[in-house]
């Protein structure tokens, strides 16, 4: 049986910088992207980056950048489980302090403060889908009982 000892979050790199750009109407097109891999002993990690700029095709009035890792400490996880387990609990994990940060450091700033969209973590990383349908459920059970 899986078993979830602990896990811990840390904030790697948080930045923001105003590009002072008049009021208007602006779209939010959030980049993201995403590390696993072994530590030690039972320690594992997930590292997601979340961006978002001003481009010329995409004017936007902050550019904010976060890095938060999220640290797994597990116990009897099959081998061929633990890829898996990192890519989809680490992202569930670390999108809601994800999206807190962006609306916590913009209003910080004082600027009117930035609500990511509640996402779909699979519309972020796509081929996920796969890790999903492929998951055995006794295998997977990361809950107590």
């Known amino acids: 049986m899986n078993e979830l000892v602990k ?9 923001i910088k105003n590009n002072n750009l008049p009021a ?23 590292e997601i980056t979340m961006e978002i700029k001003n ?6 009035p902050v550019d904010i950048y976060i890095r938060m890792t999220c640290i797994f400490d597990v116990a009897n996880l099959q081998e061929d489980q633990i890829d898996k387990m990192l890519k989809i609990q ?5 999108i809601p302090y994800i999206r807190a940060t962006v609306s916590s450091l913009t209003a910080l700033s004082m600027l009117p403060p930035i609500v990511l969209p509640i996402m779909d973590t ?3 990383f796509p081929e996920d889908r796969a890790l999903i349908e492929s998951l055995d459920e006794k295998n997977f059970d990361m809950t107590d009982s």
């Open 90 to 94: 680490g992202m569930v994990t670390l």
């Open 24 to 46: 208007g109407s602006f779209k939010i097109y959030p980049a993201f992207s995403r590390k696993t891999g072994h530590i030690k002993d039972s320690k594992y990690f997930t």
């Open 122 to 124: 699979l519309d972020i």
């Open 7 to 15: 896990i811990k979050i840390e904030t790697n790199e948080i930045s």
């Open 55 to 60: 481009t010329k095709d995409n004017p936007f």
